[in-house]
């Protein structure tokens, strides 16, 4: 029999990570001020006193908590902490008018905090500066991850935070580049913090405004995909950004420990890491495959339509990979056998330890080499082949947790698909809403196509795509196992 829920410690840890979003929303504020956009400052204001006043109430509720901390708990925490984020979050969006309906808002802020990219807004140059720039935050905030960034400050409240960090991280895997979990947390996220600055200043020399150049910054790193412009990164018109946003999302899409690793040259790690090596391979081959589909080989090919077709071709193969959904084409009038292709590329997703979603490149490896040691015990029944990563063996625990991983986001991919067919909406988008939700993609095919968006879509459909985003960015079983009797049994 197991102990009971640390219910108050549930508390002061979800009033910490409020007073961490409001302290956050309170840079929203002063980006208002700043652009001198009084009333939208004040409804910005009212948004973070509210979150204030109710992180202060859970805290002083929790703050003689007894430290110890659980599986159940981190679940609990990282769920609820998605949730009530995105509850005060959609505030400013509510209160400022710019989206006065409640689900379109919650559905807006849960796609910013779980780094989908999905809209429902359909002219976004119209939003003021300090609503732009909260919309582009939360995607940033939900990148690495609320626990993972807030974590490093939490230990100041005095517990330790292994299950949450645990509960939230992506991936099977998790490389440890340093024995405290609040070391790993703040080491992840100077990496984040480099990466942002670096890309902001490469985008304002390409053209960019500074206030775009941040808000695309916040996006990219994030693999998150919101813009601060209707069309995307179409609308900028230059190869320049474009390239710019490609590396970074790219960037973004490898696995984070990879680049400690790299900063302490310990080359053998980074070069010899097998995923990293899947993920340029399916690069390199889906953009040439793409590139190859767009070329009309009756007619003659400049280089620079090449160089075009390659670019188009690139963007959209580093733009879904890394499930960050930015646009510079409408792939939906391209053929039916790219489409399947970038359907493909939103399953399979980035790297484990990234802030893309998606399967995981790390469990699809999994998957093909265990299918394909099954046909080799077949023709040798009684010869052992364990299955191998990094050079160690997998436990059968392990095995047997990615290829449930798999199947259960199939299965979701399916039952999800048939309740948004319920709520009427057409196979493609029901089928493409699922994936890009669930994979944290953004933008589907059809009527929510790249060029399009999700405002016309019923409410009930919203909802449960709101609700398969935070399943897609909490890996499944954190969010899914709270719903189990087991879970709640002592």
């Not at 409240?157 to 609040?182: M, V």
């Amino acid at each position: 029999m197991t102990r009971d829920f640390n219910y108050k410690l549930i508390f002061k840890i979800q009033g910490s990570l409020l007073i961490v979003e409001s302290v956050l929303m309170f840079s929203a504020f002063l980006v208002s001020l700043y652009y001198r956009e009084n009333s939208i400052a004040y409804d910005i204001l009212k948004s973070t006193g509210i979150g204030l006043l109710i992180g202060s109430l859970l805290l002083k509720y929790g703050w003689n908590a007894s430290p110890n901390i659980g599986k159940r708990e981190g679940s609990i925490i990282v769920t609820m902490t998605w949730i009530l984020f995105s509850t005060i979050g959609m505030l400013p969006f509510i209160f400022s008018g710019n989206i006065p309906n409640l689900t379109d808002a919650f559905f807006e802020t849960m796609s910013g905090f779980t780094t989908t990219g999905s809209s429902i807004l359909n002219n976004i140059e119209s939003l003021p500066h300090g609503i732009l720039y909260w919309r582009n935050l939360t995607q940033w905030i939900g990148g690495l991850g609320i626990i993972v960034i807030s974590i490093a400050i939490l230990p100041i409240f005095g517990f330790s935070g292994i299950q949450i960090f645990s509960a939230e991280a992506t991936g099977p895997t998790k490389d440890k580049i340093h024995p405290k979990i609040s070391e790993v947390a703040k080491r992840l996220l100077l990496i984040y913090i480099i990466l942002t600055i670096s890309q902001t200043i490469l985008l304002s020399i390409a053209g960019m405004s500074w206030f775009d150049a941040v808000c695309h910054s916040f996006s990219t790193v994030a693999t998150g995909g919101f813009s601060t412009k209707q069309a995307s990164i179409e609308h900028f018109n230059s190869p320049f950004i474009e390239y710019i946003i490609i590396f970074y999302m790219l960037f973004a899409g490898v696995n984070f420990s990879l680049y400690y690793f790299l900063a302490k040259l310990k080359f053998n790690k980074v070069f010899g890491n097998e995923e990293l090596k899947t993920y340029l391979i399916i690069i390199i081959g889906f953009t040439a495959i793409l590139t190859i589909s767009q070329i009309d080989f009756s007619t003659g090919l400049s280089f620079a339509q090449f160089e075009e077709y390659f670019r188009k071709a690139f963007f959209v193969t580093g733009s879904t990979i890394t499930t960050t959904g930015f646009v510079t084409v409408d792939y939906n009038v391209w053929s039916t056998f790219t489409l399947y292709l970038i359907i493909i590329l939103m399953l399979i997703g980035s790297s484990a330890g990234s802030t893309a979603g998606g399967m995981k490149i790390i469990r699809v490896l999994f998957v093909f080499k265990h299918s394909y040691y099954e046909f080799k015990r077949f023709i040798h029944p009684n010869a052992v082949f364990p299955l191998r990563y990094g050079g160690r063996a997998l436990s059968e625990n392990v095995i047997a947790r990615i290829l449930a991983f798999v199947l259960l986001y199939l299965i979701l991919i399916l039952a999800g698909s048939t309740f948004l067919s319920f709520t009427g909406l057409g196979f493609i988008e029901s089928l493409s809403g699922m994936i890009t939700s669930l994979s944290n993609v953004g933008p589907g095919l059809g009527s929510i196509g790249p060029l399009y968006n999700f405002s016309h879509l019923p409410d009930v459909s919203k909802w449960i795509l709101s609700f398969s985003m935070l399943i897609g960015r909490l890996e499944l079983f954190t969010v899914l196992l709270i719903f189990t009797p087991v879970f709640w049994k002592k």
